[in-house]
């Protein structure tokens, strides 16, 4: 995968201009912060946040039209040269006016630090599918943090070499070089139909609709609060040590140096085995819940070491593992809802967290005008704990998005077949209350027309008459009994046609299921006593000794009844040693949940059977084929139009078996979609399965689908080489 200019893979220009990025966001807030403190009191900075937070915000407006219009790929470039422009324009002016100056670069880290940045990841985020955007994005998220580091060292050297003047020329050559990096990682696969009317109105409209970007939106504003409180507490103790600029950007420099080495090595070491171990949810609580534990540790000691380690745990938090979690929420999104929102929420929420931020800290300072750095940090454990507790709801409503991506995402899928297409209209017409009587009345009608009487009515009324031939089964038992076992088709049909069947004959009738002319009909006749067979069925279905073709056709009729009993018998013909009986048994108990959902199914058991269908051989996985028994397989087969190798009945097997205790509608989406040419809907369908299986499952299913498991991920071989080898793998 290589980026839209230059030679160097899409990867490689994301890590080196997220690098670059950071780098410059840390320099320019230890420059503005030093600027700015040196100029004015720190009882003055709430109102400053809160006026470039305004600002900012009607940025939003501006940019959400723009990416929703044009796409970030061809807006950015060109935001992070006016940037750059911008600073070149403050070193010129600086010695006139450095008040001015100073204010003037605050309100532009406001109003382009965040916009700047989300943008840049609208941009990889748009690059990458959902299941490689979350083994890139972890890696670029680690690369980038290295930014921070450099940034911290580059602040506090030029300052002390030169001045705090050249930052600003510094910060705009920074700005320049990401303004031709993000022209190099290249574009997306655009959507048809983005429309030039998408903007902040339909971004709100589309916020007003989702709850799930509300939750998205409701986390950001809370992140927002908690920072500019812990902020506040740290920059109020530092402005009572350090009186000059120079000192201040030393020690705002120190500061963000070692907070980019934690953020880096935290990011490098753990996040994506975080993301992969225990995924988005765990991930996005640990900033809020680590804060909260630091918090009421520091809270007594009100010193500026103090303050500043809690700042500094939130910041590598936040910088780092929360970052590429909450970019991974917006995967399962398509752009078209991406595109007007993602400003709104990354931007405009952030920017009003810091509005509310200042407003809080504006209203504790006017209560008390010597407030105290505890006060503020004990305010902003209660804001930690809140966006704990939305992180909790936000990871559900990740899965959920995933499943619903799935399903919009224009795959067609056959319906699950049943016998044939009468059964089949009936069991969709059938309610959990009252199926077993619609259905059997459905029956008694179908083997009425098998026996050739097409009117119903006329068919009770014609087998009165003298005309038509002798029942054997109305003769008695006895002589139903020697018509089932005579072996003569014709005497077989009769008593089979008949309207006198007893129960005592399903010993005899069980085995005729083995015979394909006579399975239709023998099956009707059973399903209509099935309610008072279950146990004799339940024996026939494990019985070693029953042919192999009657075996498989006993869950169809186990189906017909919801008793508990039933269940148990299909779930123990899970356990059989026949590849068909384990098939047929999944099938029929797929058919019974799709009627009532409310069926008791444990799903321990269920996934021991997945992982001893995955514990197989090659050679067996490969080998196995019901084409011979197209009752069984169902018309044409849930794969019979998918021509990838790696689809087969052994893969649609477990992927049924899962239906039973997961979303089966997006599981069985998941299993045309991995073997979609559309790179895009693979990825989701692969993180969609990596979100809602178990490890266990994860690790014995992804070989079968050609993905390397989690040993491999971590091999020394580039992000580039796996994209490429599972781009080949769909597309072969």
């Given amino acids: ?79 992070f040269v006016v940037s750059a422009l911008l600073f070149f324009a403050s070193w010129l002016l600086y010695a006139v006016s450095p008040d001015l100056i100073s204010v003037l670069l605050y309100l532009q880290m406001g109003v382009f630090g ?39 060292v580059l602040a506090g050297r030029v300052a002390d070499a030169i001045d705090i003047r050249a930052m600003l020329l510094v910060l705009g050559f920074l700005h320049a070089l990401c303004g031709l990096g993000v022209r190099a990682i290249g574009e997306g696969r655009r959507p048809a139909g983005v429309a030039s009317e998408l903007g902040l109105l339909p971004g709100l409209q589309l916020l007003r609709r989702q709850p799930y970007l509300q939750w998205m939106g409701a986390l950001m504003v809370l992140v927002a609060v908690l920072a500019a409180l812990l902020d506040y507490a740290m920059k109020a103790q530092a402005s009572l040590r350090y009186t000059e600029s120079e000192d201040l950007v030393g020690f705002f420099g120190q500061f963000y140096a070692l907070v980019g080495v934690a953020t ?118 209660v804001v930690a704990l809140l966006a704990l507790g939305v992180t909790l709801r936000l990871h559900r409503g990740y899965v959920e998005q995933l499943a619903a991506s799935l399903r919009d995402g224009a795959i067609s899928l056959q319906a699950d077949e049943v016998v044939d297409a009468t059964t089949r209209h009936t069991l969709a017409e059938t309610s959990a209350a009252s199926e077993r009587e619609m259905l059997l009345s459905k029956i008694r009608q179908m083997k009425l027309q098998r026996a050739g009487l097409v009117d119903a009515v006329a068919a009770e009324r014609t087998a009165t008459t003298a005309d038509v031939a002798p029942d054997p089964a109305a003769a008695g038992l006895g002589a139903a009994v020697a018509a089932l076992v005579s072996g003569d088709e014709a005497s077989i049909r009769r008593c089979l046609a008949g309207r006198f069947m007893d129960a005592r004959l399903a010993p005899y009738l069980i085995p005729l299921l083995a015979h394909d002319a006579f399975a239709g009909d023998v099956r009707m006749e059973l399903r209509w006593m099935a309610p008072r067979l279950i146990g004799t069925l339940a024996d026939a279905l494990l019985d070693p000794d029953l042919p192999l073709a009657a075996r498989q056709r006993i869950p169809s009729v186990l189906e017909v009844t919801h008793n508990p009993r039933a269940v148990d018998a299909l779930m123990r013909g899970l356990e059989d040693e026949e590849f068909n009986v384990r098939y047929s048994s999944a099938r029929a108990l797929a058919r019974m949940h799709a009627r009532d959902v409310d069926i008791a199914i444990d799903g321990g058991r269920i996934f021991a059977a997945v992982e001893r269908e995955l514990g197989v051989d090659e ?66 369908a692969l993180e969609y399965l990596e979100n809602v299986l178990p490890e266990d499952v994860r690790q014995g299913l992804w070989p079968w689908l050609g993905e390397v498991v989690e040993g491999a991920i971590r091999s020394n071989r580039s992000s580039n080489a796996l994209v490429e080898d599972l781009r080949r793998g769909v597309e072969s």
Avoid: C
């Fill in 1 to 79: 995968m290589s980026g839209g200019t230059g030679r160097l893979p899409a990867a490689t220009w994301a890590v080196v201009t997220a690098t670059l990025m950071i780098a410059h966001q840390v320099a320019g807030k230890a420059t503005r912060d030093a600027l700015f403190l040196s100029q004015f009191e720190v009882t003055a900075l709430p109102k400053m946040v809160m006026a470039s937070a305004v600002l900012s915000m009607l940025a939003v407006v501006v940019i959400a039209r723009l990416l929703a219009q044009f796409g970030p790929s061809r807006v950015m470039p060109g935001a």
């Fill in 114 to 152: 965040a916009v700047l940045i989300s943008g840049f990841w609208s941009v990889v985020n748009e690059r990458f599918d959902p299941y490689t955007a979350k083994h890139t994005i972890a890696r670029v998220g680690a690369a980038a943090t290295l930014g921070g580091l450099l940034g911290g």
């Fill in 264 to 381: 880096f090595l935290v990011q490098w070491l753990l996040g994506p085995r975080l993301l992969k171990r225990f995924g988005i949810g765990p991930v996005l609580a640990l900033m809020p819940g680590v804060t909260v534990f630091a918090g009421l540790l520091g809270a007594g000691v009100g010193r500026l070491w103090a303050t500043t380690a809690i700042r500094a745990v939130q910041m590598v938090t936040v910088n780092s593992l929360f970052r590429s979690a909450f970019e991974l929420l917006y995967t399962p999104l398509p752009p078209l809802t991406k595109r007007p929102t993602k400003a709104i929420i990354d931007v405009a929420s952030d920017r009003l967290g810091d509005v509310v931020g200042s407003g809080i800290l504006l209203a504790l300072l006017a209560i008390a005008p010597a407030l105290s750095s505890a006060s503020v940090v004990i305010v902003a454990v």
């Fill in 619 to 684: 050679s067996a996985w490969v080998s196995r084929d019901l084409s011979y028994d197209l009752e069984l397989r169902g018309e044409g087969g849930e794969l019979s139009d998918l021509d990838d190798p790696r689809m087969n009945y052994s893969m649609e097997h477990v992927f049924t078996l899962l239906g039973l205790v997961l979303d089966r509608e997006a599981l069985r989406l998941a299993l045309r979609a991995v073997a979609s040419r559309d790179r895009g809907l693979r990825g989701t």
